[in-house]
């Protein structure tokens, strides 16, 4: 009785943590790559790239219309047999690694800039992957309760941007569209952005209440995409496409150019928020490594929350450096992304004939 | 349970064995129609001896000429027709005799009767109900808990006129048995809190002895090992009144002026009972400005040493001319320069705090003078440090509750290590471990940090701020498990 | 589980005892001005001085000005660091300065260095000085501790008079660089008598600095290229100082482009004004009378602006009014439009709106 020992969380989480386990890295670094291509429209790419978030919130509806509250291995299981099931956890195991290990190491090398140059990348590795461990081993509830708080807290964040609403420059924006094929073609690169929605397959069946199931999936991806898209525009508004292309992280510098009185500049208490931000995602991503990882080995969560750790800090190294980063990331995100989505579409249809 | 028996001697001798061999024990031999053997046993220094007298060795020497020997239910028809005391009780067994009679209660033995009266004559010495020292209250009722479980009670239930409440008593302690009471009010606290408070109580009632409010605070919490209070404590019967009607239930025991208020969230630590006397917008003030003085506490020192050491860009250039300068020529590091001024002055607050007023305030003056004035003028200490570290120290005092003002100003510690280990990342770390360990405790099933972590909407009226007393005047939703569980 | 993770904690924290060669605060040069001068016959050409904060204590603060010299800009950290007694660290400085002869060289390293040094300040001002920086850092400052805060502060408010832009720092820097349509143009800095003062504009194309415009022409410029800047204007009555009518105006800027053959820009200025003084009417002044000195103004500075519009087109041959950039909104940041060439064949049309709200105390 002491401890309120069921894991369920409310839909109210649910919103949450599907927003946190999109919003990390990429907020920084987002208009950058999008801009690549589309450039002075690449926010209208942000939102066409909106339908992949939408896509698989859906599924993850039909899911639960069809199967109700049955996990997603079991479901795995019914739909596909135990063998491609066990793949499908692989996959998604591997998949969610590497998402918590990139955004780990790109957190390092954002902190090894500002304000941790003197520490060592292991230190800093460690110290951090260890904080999301302890987060994520007290299961969904506590990281669905982290995920409501502190996205309340840290949205102070996206307030930042507006001390520079007076100084941008339309002119930057227009002419608003730069050329339909640009944006079309760089909708799949705003995917990428939007990757780690996927943990919505694993959380759905611990959703207490699903009254309005279906609208908590659009209203979260509305909120993502709100952010991505206000970022977007507000870099392209401020800096122009040209410079928003140049700099690895453009919001970073937005948040320099901000002057206040009592601290220089703005960054500290951006990295400070945002750091609520990345804890949040990382440990959303480690509850999916753990729970598809015990799942598979059935070693209890909290032992494989443990076990996964040394893997996660291996990828973490190996990804350092910020362009081996990218280029990793530029080669296997297109292929996850796609693979999940042609997976969900497949899912979904076989849900509508297997299920009720 | 053993039954008495009829044997007066054998009676007498059991009932002593239980007790302390003292000198007090006054066993009193009369003779009731000057034939019957009767005892009366008490201990004289915790009764009221002329009620005695008069009331029980008076009647039974002088108006009882009857022979009782003869009639049924001899000690009820005694108790019925000859004690003129107001509370009195038929016992027939051992159970507990020996603890009545140390809470003053008297005791009166029939020969050949295998019954006993316990009359209530009891008048233990108590403080008399006086202003609290610990809790000072410019709007509000002046009176405090004193250490006598009865008297308390009798402040709570004054100010009560509710049929809901409840009183639950019970013993605690094997050797020494403690009188406590649960009090809360039916129906309007959650049945599963009810359950879990009881339950914990039940479950150290074997424990050898209990002599304070604090032993029971640290036996039944959630967290023994946690960095924050679980439960309050409080000196004011209308702050538990107040509690009650929120749906909370108060631990009262005997022997401590203190009442302890289950379960509590961490919110409720900032808030002082005269928030809701005083008018609405200075409350609001008061109560932004003691959650501002807590991040003070534990973020202040912590980052004004990670400026000294490692982020010097984290301020601007104005700044650091006054901080460089400051630096000059101290010898310590500025690790260990904080850290010395922040236990030379912890060795100042709990050094003050024992000493009677006028010594206190002789140690605040002499610490004040050789830290404020001696170190920096000796160029031990810079003057910015000082600044800093004091303001975290006034900061501290802003937080009503005393136990969490502790745990706030401990905290710090663990945060300027990790400060100086990791610098700014040590910080941020820091403050977010506080929030996932916050967010991970419950209390008596009712999480911790609610009603922000499950986010209760409705219950956020009344938290760092306040709206209208109009508002906020209905039971908390989150202290319910329905709703707020999650 | 929760013993485990204390005890992994424990030992992290014995593992990393601070050791990493931070310095405190006290053993970190801080530096407010950086200069970059060059010496083009020299092996090593760069020669880039800083100004940094000696302390003394008792909030006594001196300056000293060191100078590196060598091949590139990082390398004169190289140079410098041998001579420093503390920690070199870049971050703090409010002031960047370049000479004259390195803006003229080019200095696409320095706004290389300047996106990818994520330390830079990227809040502090920016100039261009006549002769080498060296020598500017090592004027004595009035009433500001070091240099760089005077001539910082001197560039903070310069927006109050002469319509400069309002901001003059290295983000704007940035943004004039890389921004299409647009291009560099910095105050320019000479020595007034051993005094910094700002006597001009220079006008780079692409990283070189091409142009050199004197203020009297800059003001025009400047009128049209700023927003919401400040600045004073007189019209005089035969050329005597004692009659004239001056106000003290904001500038509000509109333009819109169109193409017909050749690019026509449609500019309204307005300028909002306050009457400062009117020693010409002697009479209170009546709603027709504002209209008149309104329409005084108005033809006087449509006649400079056209005459200087002019002179750009023609003498300096690039855009120096910073309206390339509305053309590129309008047809594209790649459009072919936006090149010097079609700049030159544009039409500029300026109408200009003066505006008094304001016609002071006086009713004589």
């Not at chain 1, 928020?273 to 080995?297: E, N, P, Q």
Request: net charge positive; proline share 4%.
């Amino acid at each position: 009785m002491s401890k309120v020992i069921e894991n369920k969380i409310t839909q109210r989480q649910y919103i949450f943590i599907l927003v946190s386990a999109v919003v990390g890295i990429g907020i920084l670094s987002a208009p950058n790559s999008i801009c690549q291509i589309a450039e002075q429209s690449g926010w209208i790419s942000m939102i066409i790239g909106g339908i992949y978030p939408l896509i698989i919130c859906y599924c993850s509806y039909l899911n639960y219309k069809h199967f109700n509250n049955t996990h997603f291995y079991q479901l795995n299981e019914r739909l596909y047999g135990k063998f491609i099931a066990k793949i499908i956890f692989l996959f998604f195991l591997i998949t969610m690694i590497i998402y918590e290990a990139s955004v780990l190491a790109g957190f390092y090398n954002i902190l090894s800039k500002e304000i941790a140059f003197f520490l060592s990348p292991y230190a800093v590795l460690i110290l951090v992957s260890l904080v999301i461990i302890y987060t994520a081993s007290f299961g969904l509830q506590s990281i669905g309760r982290l995920s409501e708080i502190v996205f309340y807290f840290s949205s102070i964040l996206f307030l930042f941007p507006l001390a520079i609403i007076g100084k941008g420059s339309f002119l930057n924006i227009k002419p608003i569209i730069s050329s339909v094929e640009n944006i079309l073609n760089s909708v799949p690169s705003s995917f990428y952005s939007y990757a780690g929605i996927e943990i919505s397959f694993f959380i759905m069946p611990y959703v207490v209440n699903k009254k309005n199931f279906k609208k908590a999936g659009f209203v979260s991806t509305a909120i993502i995409v709100f952010i991505y898209t206000f970022l977007t525009f507000i870099c392209i508004y401020y800096l122009g496409y040209e410079l928003t292309t140049k700099i690895y992280y453009p919001v970073f510098f937005i948040m320099e150019t901000i002057e206040v009185s009592i601290i220089s500049d703005f960054k500290v208490v951006f990295i400070f928020l945002w750091s609520g931000m990345i804890l949040k995602i990382m440990a959303c991503d480690h509850y999916v490594v753990s729970y598809t990882f015990s799942r598979l080995t059935r070693i209890p969560y909290k032992k494989s929350c443990i076990i996964t750790w040394p893997f996660i800090l291996m990828f973490a190294i190996f990804m350092i450096p910020e362009h081996g980063r990218n280029v990793f990331l530029g080669k296997s995100v297109p292929i996850i992304v796609f693979t999940i989505l042609t997976y969900s579409i497949i899912t979904a249809i076989m849900v509508k004939i297997k299920g009720r | 349970m053993e039954p008495l028996s009829k044997n007066i001697y054998q009676n007498i001798n059991k009932i002593i064995s239980h007790l302390p061999n003292s000198a007090t024990l006054i066993k009193r031999e009369i003779l009731i129609n000057k034939k019957t053997k009767c005892f009366i046993i008490y201990v004289s220094n915790l009764c009221n001896r002329k009620s005695i007298e008069m009331h029980i060795i008076h009647p039974l020497l002088y108006n009882l000429n009857e022979d009782i020997e003869n009639i049924e239910n001899a000690a009820e028809y005694i108790a019925q027709n000859y004690i003129s005391i107001s509370e009195a009780q038929i016992i027939k067994s051992f159970d507990n005799i020996a603890v009545e009679l140390l809470r003053g209660k008297c005791l009166i033995l029939i020969d050949k009767i295998n019954t006993a009266i316990l009359c209530d004559t009891s008048d233990i010495p108590h403080r008399q109900i006086q202003e609290s020292n610990v809790e000072k209250t410019i709007r509000g009722g002046r009176e405090s808990f004193v250490e006598n479980i009865e008297i308390n009670l009798a402040l709570i239930q004054n100010k009560v006129k509710s049929n809901k409440l409840r009183i639950e008593r019970m013993l605690l302690g094997n050797e020494n048995k403690t009188d406590a009471a649960i009090v809360y009010m039916d129906g309007i606290i959650d049945p599963i809190v009810l359950d879990a408070i009881k339950f914990k109580m039940n479950r150290i009632k074997n424990l050898p002895y209990i002599l304070c409010t604090g032993y029971i605070e640290q036996l039944i919490e959630d967290f023994p090992y946690g960095f924050f209070p679980q439960l309050k404590n409080t000196e004011k019967p209308d702050k538990v009144v107040s509690d009650l009607f929120q749906g909370k239930a108060a631990i009262l025991i005997s022997g401590a002026p203190y009442a302890l208020i289950a379960p509590a969230v961490f919110i409720e630590f900032f808030q002082g009972f005269e928030d809701y006397s005083q008018r609405l917008l200075t409350s609001v003030f008061v109560r932004l400005t003691r959650v501002l003085s807590a991040l003070l506490v534990l973020l202040a020192t912590p980052i004004y040493l990670t400026v000294l050491s490692y982020s010097s860009g984290l301020v601007p250039i104005k700044l650091i001319k006054v901080i460089y300068n400051s630096r000059l020529g101290i010898p310590l590091q500025p690790f260990l320069e904080i850290l010395t001024m922040e236990i030379a002055v912890e060795l100042l607050r709990e050094g003050g705090l024992r000493l009677p007023s006028p010594i206190g305030q002789t140690l605040g003056i002499v610490g004040g003078i050789v830290i404020g004035e001696a170190a920096t003028k000796a160029g031990l200490v810079s003057p910015t440090t000082l600044v800093v570290v004091s303001t975290t120290v006034i900061a501290s005092f802003l937080i009503p509750n005393y136990e969490m003002a502790l745990s706030i100003r401990f905290l710090r510690f663990p945060m300027l290590i990790l400060a100086e280990l990791f610098g700014f990342l040590g910080v941020i770390l820091g403050f977010y471990l506080i929030v996932i360990i916050l967010i991970n405790m419950n209390s008596f099933g009712i999480p911790y940090f609610s009603p922000f972590a499950p986010l209760n909407p409705s219950d956020l009226k009344d938290t760092i701020v306040r709206l209208s007393l109009k508002e906020i005047l209905r039971k908390p939703k989150s202290l319910k498990m329905k709703k707020g569980k999650i | 589980m929760k013993k485990k993770l204390l005890i992994i904690f424990n030992i992290l924290i014995l593992l990393f005892s601070s050791c990493y060669g931070m310095e405190p605060i006290e053993n970190i040069s801080i530096m407010i001005g950086i200069g970059y001068d060059i010496d083009k016959e020299k092996s090593k050409k760069i020669s880039d001085p800083i100004e940094m904060f000696v302390f003394k204590g008792d909030g006594e603060i001196e300056r000293h000005i060191s100078s590196g010299v060598a091949e590139t800009i990082y390398n004169t950290v190289n140079d410098r660091q041998t001579i420093m007694s503390k920690k070199f660290v870049v971050g703090t400085e409010k002031l960047y300065l370049i000479s004259e002869e390195r803006a003229k060289y080019g200095i696409e390293d320095l706004l290389e260095v300047l996106i990818r040094d994520e330390n830079r300040n990227e809040l502090a001002y920016v100039a261009i000085t006549e002769g080498r920086t060296e020598h500017f850092f090592k004027m004595t400052p009035i009433d500001n501790t070091s240099m760089s805060e005077a001539i910082a502060g001197i560039l903070k408010f310069c927006y109050l008079a002469n319509f400069f832009p309002r901001e003059v720092n290295i983000k704007e820097l940035l943004f004039m660089y890389n921004q299409s349509g647009r291009r560099i143009i910095l105050p320019y800095i000479i020595d007034d008598n051993g005094k910094p003062k700002v006597t001009a504009i220079c006008v780079f194309e692409g990283s070189k600095l091409k142009h050199k415009i004197p203020l009297e022409e800059a003001f025009y410029i400047n009128m049209l290229r700023s927003r919401k800047s400040e600045g004073y204007i007189s019209v005089l009555e035969d050329n005597n100082p004692k009659k004239c009518y001056t106000i003290k105006a904001k500038n509000f800027v509109n333009v819109s482009v169109e193409y017909k053959d050749t690019l026509i820009y449609n500019i309204d200025l307005t300028l909002k004004g306050v009457l400062k003084a009117d020693s010409i009417n002697n009479k209170p002044l009546t709603d027709k009378d504002a209209k008149k000195i309104e329409k005084a103004f108005e033809e006087n500075i449509s006649k400079e602006i056209e005459k200087t519009i002019e002179k750009v087109q023609n003498n300096y041959k690039i855009d120096c009014f910073d309206i390339t950039k509305y053309a590129a909104a309008k047809f594209g940041k790649h459009s072919p439009l936006l090149s010097d060439e079609e700049f030159q064949k544009a039409k500029i049309n300026v109408k200009v709106k003066v505006i008094l709200v304001d016609l002071g105390r006086s009713i004589k």
